[in-house]
């Protein structure tokens, strides 16, 4: 059945965290806001993100956020300003969400679930009275030239037209909770330039031996440094954290981290294999481990050295270090001499992983590229190229660390735009004013 709609002021595409919150940005102002979801569910995503407890924001302020944002964070200092993780914590608690701060800044729901976070923008969104439509993919999006109305085609069901139109229909990555990267033609249709999309915080693949032995394999590391090499051999990232080995290679936040660094050199040098070096034990000198080992062979002398390594460093870790670096198997722990502990501390200081590639997009927990940000403006936005046009979240070329980083680009994009478009449809243009903040 064709039908066709009335014209509405603001038409959300997209039922994600970003879009979620520019419907209740824009419902707030008083304007009646649609909600289009492909999808049979709201916030999919959001409900896997920060494994299902979904991290909602940073509690640590914008310049740790932006410095965190390493895809474009810069372009959210105006966004920020207007909606800041403070803010987001604010319209949680209000909205009855306990919020908790854990390590790294990272904020949680208390009740540790992700539905807890999305019940309460499904209860604020229906107390604004918007309306969400269910299982109604967007296919085009067209700008009907002098009459300031969008038209919207919903996949052979009819089609809307709008005032304003808000794109939230997120990357491409983990394509089964609904982002298939649809919005991305939506804005080249416009103009827009498209900065190809590439997995971030995506696992890392290795051909090492040691990897596809699977010697490693399920062995999970705490607070190591990981120190990623370009194939110059200087140092491309360093960055802290956890990680585990998986039958593939290596994953875990440190890894994704590492991963978008890992992701660029790999698009300049396809072929090379990349030295990721862990230091599985950065808070020890050289001083702390010669003494600590050496305490422990001068106690247990015929104990094989293995096992006095066992309450050193992860033994699997150490097995395979040792085989490595030649130590007979059997070796007993008064065999080792003093070069071959210092030998074995550089070792473990710079335990050497080849990386052959990373994971795709399908398997990564942010898309990075997306729709071009010159194209865009950061205050409110809207499209540099045609009015009333607005982006919000992970469709645009912007990704950051895991951490409720992107979570809190969502939120906070989300909000401004949908202040905006309100302010469009009433006043003619996207007022660069602070969005009413109601609570
Ligand atoms: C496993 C996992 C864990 C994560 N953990 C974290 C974390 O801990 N911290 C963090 O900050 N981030 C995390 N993220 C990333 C975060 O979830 C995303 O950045 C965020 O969800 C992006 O929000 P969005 O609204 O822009 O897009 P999305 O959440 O992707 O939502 C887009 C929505 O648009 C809909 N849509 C798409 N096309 C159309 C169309 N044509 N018509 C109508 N609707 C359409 C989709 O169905 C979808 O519902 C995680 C992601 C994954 C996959």
């Known amino acids: 059945m064709t039908s066709v709609s009335a014209d509405l002021p603001v038409v959300v595409i997209g039922g994600g965290p970003a879009g979620l919150m520019a419907a209740i940005g824009a419902a707030r102002q008083g ?59 604010s319209f949680f608690t209000t909205l009855g969400v306990q919020l908790k701060e854990e390590d790294r800044g990272r904020m949680f729901p208390v009740t540790n679930k992700a539905m807890t976070v999305l019940n309460a923008l499904l209860g604020e969104l229906s107390d604004l009275d918007v309306d969400v439509r269910l299982l109604s993919p967007v296919s085009a999006l067209d700008y009907e030239e002098g009459g300031g109305v969008y038209r919207i085609d919903l996949h052979g069901n009819g089609y809307l037209r709008a005032n304003a139109v808000i794109v939230a229909s997120g990357g491409c990555s983990a394509p089964e909770t609904g982002s298939t990267g649809d919005g991305y033609a939506f804005a080249q249709g416009f103009g827009h330039t498209l900065v190809p999309p590439y997995p971030t915080s995506v696992p890392l693949v290795s051909s090492d031996p040691l990897i596809t032995a699977r010697h490693l394999q399920g062995v999970s590391l705490r607070d190591i440094v990981l120190t990623l090499y370009d194939p110059r051999g200087k140092v491309a990232t360093r960055e802290e954290g956890d990680m585990i080995f998986t039958h593939f290679g290596l994953s875990g ?63 699997r870790l150490v097995e395979a270090a040792l085989r490595i670096m030649g130590f007979a198997s059997d070796q007993l722990a008064a065999e080792v001499g003093k070069k071959q502990l210092e030998a074995l501390y550089e070792f473990l200081k710079e335990f050497p992983v080849a990386i052959s590639g990373t994971l795709g997009l399908e398997r990564a927990t942010v898309t990075g590229g997306g729709v071009g940000l010159q194209g865009i403006d950061p205050r409110t936005m809207q499209s540099k190229l045609v009015p009333g046009l607005f982006f919000a979240g992970e469709i645009m070329d912007v990704h950051g660390h895991t951490g409720g980083y992107n979570i809190t680009v969502a939120f906070s994009t989300g909000y401004v735009a949908g202040a905006a478009a309100a302010d469009y449809v009433r006043v003619g243009r996207a007022a660069n004013t602070c969005p009413t903040k109601s609570f």
């Open 253 to 315: 936040p440190a890894v994704l981290r590492v991963s978008q660094y890992a992701v660029k050199l790999f698009q300049k040098h396809p072929d090379a294999k990349l030295k990721l070096a862990i230091d599985i034990m950065p808070a020890v000198t050289r001083e702390q481990f010669l003494e600590n080992v050496w305490g422990r062979i001068e106690e247990h002398p015929r104990r094989g050295f293995k096992t006095i390594m066992k309450d050193v460093a992860p033994e």
């Open 31 to 89: 304007i009646h806001t649609v909600l289009l979801e492909k999808g049979d569910r709201l916030g999919r995503k959001l409900l896997i993100s920060g494994g299902g407890r979904c991290n909602v924001t940073n509690a640590r302020g914008t310049e740790h956020i932006i410095a965190n944002i390493p895809g474009n964070g810069r372009f959210l200092y105006s966004s920020l300003a207007k909606w800041s993780s403070d803010d987001i914590i």
